[in-house]
Each structure stands twice: as structure tokens, then as C-alpha cells.
Nanobody
């Protein structure tokens, strides 16, 4: 099992910045990727950004150039630096970790942290 603890959400004005953190503990050996999803009211959960164990990253088109994902392997922690925030970034942000188990990837989820961007 992998436990995830998120922090860093809050209320910010449009154009501002926030930094989310997610610390993984427990059976962290074999983590293949760490990332962030978000879910706005009435919408499906969507991938925001992901970083793989080798360091490669991918981002949703809507956040490219504004958000940066990074990872501290020694601390098993993933960060999401969010700049130039827009009201449409308002959502609950969920940390997601994928751990290899044989030929399968097991997904783990954080409890979610609210990000609210006011106009």
C-alpha cells in the first residue's frame, strides 16, 4: 500500500501562484509515475500533469507553460507549481501515484485538495 498526503491548496486571485505537494509513504518501491489530476464541479476528472520515474513529463494542453511538475525521489514527493492561475483552474486536485506490481500498475489516490481561483 502507498499512502499519499497532499498539501498546498487554497484560495488565490487570478494571476497568482500556488504550489501543491504530495508525499508518498509505505510501499514506495516500484513507483512508476507520480502526478496530479483535477476535477471541477460537474466535470470529469482530468490529468493535469505527470512525471515518470525517468524524469519525463506530460501536461494537459490547458496548463502547458503555466504549471510545472517536479519530483524529489529521496523524499518520494511530487510538486505542482502553478503560476498564472485562471478561474478555470478552480477544482479539487488529486495526487496520483502508479506503482508497478508484476505486469500491472496499481493506482493510488490522495484525498484531494481544493484550489480556488477568484477573478
Amino acid at each position: 500500500q502507498v499512502q499519499l498526503v497532499e498539501s498546498g491548496g487554497g484560495l488565490v486571485q487570478a494571476g497568482g501562484s500556488l504550489r501543491l505537494s504530495c508525499a508518498a509513504s509505505g510501499s514506495t518501491f516500484g513507483i512508476a509515475f507520480m502526478g496530479w489530476y483535477r476535477q471541477a464541479p460537474g466535470k470529469q476528472r482530468e490529468l493535469v500533469a505527470r512525471i515518470f520515474s525517468g524524469g519525463s513529463t506530460n501536461y494537459a494542453d490547458s496548463v502547458k507553460g503555466r504549471f510545472t511538475i517536479s519530483r524529489d525521489n529521496a523524499k518520494n514527493t511530487v510538486y505542482l507549481q502553478m503560476n498564472s492561475l485562471k478561474p478555470e483552474d478552480t477544482a479539487v486536485y488529486y495526487c496520483n501515484v502508479g506503482r508497478l506490481s508484476g505486469l500491472h500498475v496499481i493506482d493510488y489516490w490522495g484525498q484531494g485538495t481544493q484550489v480556488t481561483v477568484s477573478s
